[in-house]
């Protein structure tokens, strides 16, 4: 029997959530677009796609879009995970779900490269 499908959103939490982990936060703030956030996760599903299996993007590299991880982020918005707490709309600060989160060592290169090019900064989490 294949392994239980879970929700894209449910997906991009628990990815969230391993990166709170990984920082030992409770709160993480991602400084980023939505263009930059629609290409970060093509390039997962691209090298990755067994871990976003009902996603699908557009036909175009340089400005990838996927209604699902756009669907996936206003939902977690809707569902108090996710906020965006500037008027620019670059920056959403994330509330941990409190639970245990072990790390694939498969996810640890993406975890990475999310912090890196994202610069999450918690020191900014005072002003938000």
Request: a negative charge; glycine letters at 2%; hydrophobic letters at 35%.
């Amino acid at each position: 029997m294949d392994q239980e499908r879970k929700d894209v959103e449910d997906i991009i939490l628990d990815f969230l959530n391993m990166i709170g982990a990984d920082l030992n936060k409770e709160k993480i703030l991602i400084d980023t677009d939505s263009h930059k956030l629609q290409k970060f996760f093509y390039e997962f599903r691209k090298k990755m796609p067994d871990e976003l299996p009902n996603v699908y993007f557009n036909s175009d590299p340089d400005f990838p879009y996927s209604p699902e991880i756009e669907q996936a982020f206003l939902n977690l918005q809707d569902y108090g995970f996710l906020k965006r707490p500037n008027p620019s709309l670059k920056r959403f600060q994330f509330q941990c779900v409190p639970r245990e989160t072990r790390i694939p060592e498969k996810m640890k290169q993406f975890i990475n490269s999310f912090k890196e090019k994202f610069v999450i900064d918690d020191t900014a989490l005072n002003g938000c």
